[in-house]
């Protein structure tokens, strides 16, 4: 039977690769390697990452809510230094497995057969799976940065049924989550640049927890005030918790890092 | 509650303007989008900014704001700020970004005006 072997969450901030300021940097890329090696040890064969297009991809005229890409994978089309706009192994099987599972219970996803990704998806995917190929990626993406936002309660709920595709899967893989967003940060507005510690905090906590309460009762208007439009993307958070009911966490890395706008955080969710 | 461009009190007050006049919000975001991800689009608003603008169905409030890229009433506007910022810096360069944030509201600004940013 496949099953959910693990859950990260990781930030995908681009000035951590830009770094205009030269900021001492290596622990939090090293944060990406040590996800990677834990991946490589947990013998995930897949990987689903649930990541925010930035009004990059998908423009005014079409805005999914949920998104996932069937076909082949590169990117970050964004380019970073240090991350390369290199090809994404992919399962076009297992993607429209997820998408048919989806149309069957609830979500009528949108699906984009061929696509480069952002550096939302593209960082987690490049910097913290396997480099050989041997862990295969399925983008979701989710209206975490273009009005209108998914609802929290049905990012949650995106992760249950992503829970139920694989628990009903024929085969043997092992699939690994990742939530993909910063914490805390304003960006494009007046306030770019402030972190929020204790927002981040409340977030990291209920992480660790494993109780996604605190998130869900977070009104929309709070996290705009607390933790920033870009703090709209603990959805994806959200959705690997959804997938892992009472998964412990643990922080791997946290910090308010003053090269960046954003709440860096790493964190690890291990199944029930 | 969801954030919308209502509870976010969007509808502006930029200026006075007739309902109708503000139906073009989507062309005044695709405008953007289009310069920001299309280099030949980005190339043509640098070099007539007018003539692109021109290109879209703007009222005349907003062809203003956009021609002459007034980042403050653009944001009060509601334009997604992302994009906004991704607008400016492909028109005026990365370097230019200490001037957007010494101008762009704050997100604060936008709630309190909407009355989502009380405690």
Known sequence: MANIVGGYIMPHDPLLFVNPQKKERDHLLAAYSGIRDKVRASGATKAIIFGADHYILFGPR??????????????????????????IASDPDFANYLVNHAHGNGFDVSVARDLGVDHAIGVPAQLALPTDGSVQTVPVYM???????????????FGQMVRDAVASMPGDERI??????????????GEMG?????????VLDAIVAGDPSTLLS??????????????????????????????RGEVLTYEAWSGGVTGLGFAEILPA | MPVSKKTLGIIPDVAMQKESE???YGAVEQLFYDVSTSRNRKEAFREDAGEVAGKYTLSETEREMV????????????????????FWTSVRGPQSMPEYLKRVPTLASRLEASGGGKR
């Open chain 1, 62 to 87: 079409c805005l999914p809510q949920f998104l996932i890409a069937t076909g082949e994978l590169h990117g970050p089309i964004d380019r970073l230094p240090g991350v390369p706009n290199a090809p």
């Open chain 2, 22 to 24: 503000w139906m073009s």
């Open chain 1, 176 to 189: 690994v989550l990742i939530g993909s967003g910063g914490i805390s940060h304003w960006v494009g507005t």
């Open chain 1, 143 to 157: 209206a975490s940065g273009v009005e209108p936002y998914v609802r929290l309660q049905r990012a949650y709920e």
């Open chain 2, 67 to 86: 021609v002459s890229m007034q980042v403050e009433n653009l944001f009060e506007y509601g334009i997604n700020p992302m994009l906004l910022m991704g």
């Open chain 1, 218 to 247: 977070m009104t929309d208007e709070e996290i705009m005030r607390d933790g920033g439009n870009g703090g709209m993307e603990i959805r994806h958070f959200l959705a690997v918790m959804g997938a892992l009911p009472a998964g």
């Open chain 1, 194 to 202: 402030r972190i929020n510690p204790d927002f981040d905090k409340k």
